[in-house]
């Protein structure tokens, strides 16, 4: 996502240059947080799907991101599949070995039949995982947008909100904003490239 009054640092090696994954390697304090706002509902969620009482499905995705933080320099996606097929499967483990440590399945009817379902279910394989990858990175793709606003001044982000995600006419957008249509297209796709730089390692 793009946009003109963009205030960027024109160095390459701006943080802001770089993908999400790649700040947090470099221990930027921010990109975990952003990490662990775009990811942590979807893990929780995730643990909640196999049927987890709330406090142990937090308790897996405080474990989940302990073995992000550990892993995530050694995590490639040539050999590891995508970060989300990645995370989804360490989620998985985590909810294993909770049931493993504590001696006990998750407390809802049909408990026994469960555990031995997640000790024993395999890694799934990515097309397995996400069929629909195209629909399933929307929300995804929203959350990331609204962490990367805050790197870009008003007017930019409204030129690239209102095109994208409000569908208007450049037209429309440039007569509000008192800006040529030229500068509000410019400013759209500079918050685009943006925001895929941020996701390129992510979807």
Known sequence: MNSGGITLSSSPSSTTSLSLLQQVRQNEPEAWRRLVRLYGDLVYGWARGFRLQDDDAADVMQEVFQVVHRALPQYRR???GTFRGWLWTVTLNKTRDLIRARG?????PGGDELQQRLLE??????????PDAAASHGPLLQRAATLIRDDFDSKSWTCFERLVLDGQLARDVALELQMTVGAVRQAKYR??????TFCSELL
């Open 78 to 80: 040539d050999d590891q």
């Open 104 to 108: 006990r399945r998750p407390e809802v």
């Open 121 to 130: 279910l395999p890694d799934p394989l990515e097309e397995d995982l996400f």
């Open 191 to 196: 918050v685009l490239r943006h925001l895929r």
